[in-house]
C-alpha cells in the first residue's frame, strides 16, 4: 500500500509498525522492535497526529484509545459495516474517509508471505479520526 499524506499531512508517529514497515521517523509497535517508542497501546497518544494500521482485533481499543488520549488519527482499517465497532468509526471520522487500492502484497511480511488470499475483500479505507 502507498500512502500519501498530502491530503490530510503527515503524522508525527506510526503506531503499529516494525522498522521495516514504518511509515513515519518515529513508530511504536504492539513488540519490542529496535527504534521503536513504545508499547503502541501503552504510550500516551495525547495531543499528537498519529497514524495506525493495527491488527484489525485491535481497531475497537484503538478508538478507545483516541476518545481517551483526545489525539488526531489517521486509522487504516476495513469498511466492515457489520462490525460492532462500525458507529464508532464513523463517529469519531470527521473527514470523508478514503477507499485504498489494494494489491496482492498489501498484507505481507518483510518475506513477501502473502497473508490474506484477497485484499480486494478487506474494503481498506483510511480514516481521519478526532475527538
Request: with cysteine.
Given at each position: 500500500m502507498d500512502l500519501n499524506f498530502g491530503l490530510?499531512?503527515?503524522?508525527?508517529?506510526?503506531?503499529?509498525?516494525t522498522l521495516s514497515n514504518k511509515k513515519c521517523q518515529f513508530f511504536a509497535s504492539i513488540f519490542w522492535h529496535p527504534g521503536t517508542?513504545?508499547?503502541a497501546l501503552l504510550i500516551s497518544w495525547s495531543k499528537i497526529f498519529a497514524y495506525a494500521f493495527p491488527?484489525?482485533?485491535?481497531?475497537?481499543?484503538?478508538?478507545?484509545?483516541?476518545?481517551?488520549?483526545?489525539?488526531?488519527?489517521?486509522?487504516?482499517?476495513?469498511?466492515?459495516?457489520?462490525?460492532?465497532?462500525?458507529?464508532?468509526?464513523?463517529h469519531l471520522s470527521v473527514r470523508p474517509a478514503i477507499r485504498l487500492k489494494c494489491h496482492p502484497k498489501i498484507l505481507s511480511r518483510c518475506q513477501r508471505q502473502v497473508l490474506h488470499h484477497d485484499p480486494k475483500t478487506l474494503n481498506l479505507t483510511a480514516w481521519f479520526l478526532t475527538t
Open positions: 490530510w499531512s503527515r503524522p508525527k508517529i506510526d503506531l503499529f509498525a517508542k513504545g508499547n491488527p484489525f482485533p485491535l481497531i475497537s481499543k484503538v478508538m478507545k484509545k483516541v476518545k481517551i488520549d483526545h489525539c488526531s488519527l489517521i486509522l487504516i482499517a476495513p469498511a466492515w459495516r457489520h462490525q460492532y465497532w462500525y458507529s464508532k468509526l464513523l
